[in-house]
């Protein structure tokens, strides 16, 4: 009788083998597939759109102030929180509560495709007597109170977002 029956213990040592390597062989595809990217392409990725922008061009209003024509070049609306004055020697205004208001002062959303004109103050005159940003602005580093002639400033725009946009403006 056992020799009709056979040895259960070597089928189980083929059935465990066996399966080792359809495991094997699975966990390859499934690692090719990801190191391919074709896993990435198979799932959805929800569009957010994407925010960028450029300057067209800079003018200097003032001492304090600087006039930027940013173009909204991303495929959703800018939203722009706060920006720093940096000058070559490293020292900076900072203005961290750049909400909109009715003064025209502060920026509104820009549309994509559309053209923001910005304006970017430094110094703590207050709003209303020659443009600067008033209390809403502190400085980091030594003092500059104004724009030089002949010098250049890098300006960062932060966007509600959290991206930074960075130009050079030269007076």
């Not at 083929?14 to 990435?40: D, F, K």
């Not at 200097?60 to 959703?76: A, I, K, M, P, Y």
Request: glycine share 10%; with cysteine.
């Amino acid at each position: 009788m056992k020799k009709i029956i056979g040895n259960k213990k070597g089928i189980d040592t083929i059935l465990a083998a066996l399966l080792m390597v359809v495991i094997v062989v699975v966990a390859s595809v499934m690692v090719y597939a990801w190191s391919t990217g074709l896993l990435g392409t198979l799932l959805v990725t929800p569009q957010t759109g994407k925010e960028a922008m450029n300057i067209e061009n800079s003018a200097f209003n003032s001492n304090v102030n600087v006039t930027l024509d940013l173009r909204n070049t991303g495929s959703s609306s800018i939203t722009l929180n706060s920006y720093y004055v940096k000058d070559s020697s490293g020292n900076q205004w900072s203005r961290l509560t750049w909400q909109t208001d009715s003064s025209g002062q502060h920026p509104a959303a820009i549309a994509p495709n559309a053209l923001g004109i910005v304006y970017v103050s430094i110094g703590t005159t207050p709003l209303g007597t020659g443009g600067a940003c008033g209390s809403g602005c502190t400085q980091t580093g030594s003092s500059f109170t104004q724009f030089s002639t002949g010098f250049s400033y890098t300006i960062v725009v932060v966007t509600s977002r959290n991206n930074q946009f960075s130009f050079t403006v030269t007076k």
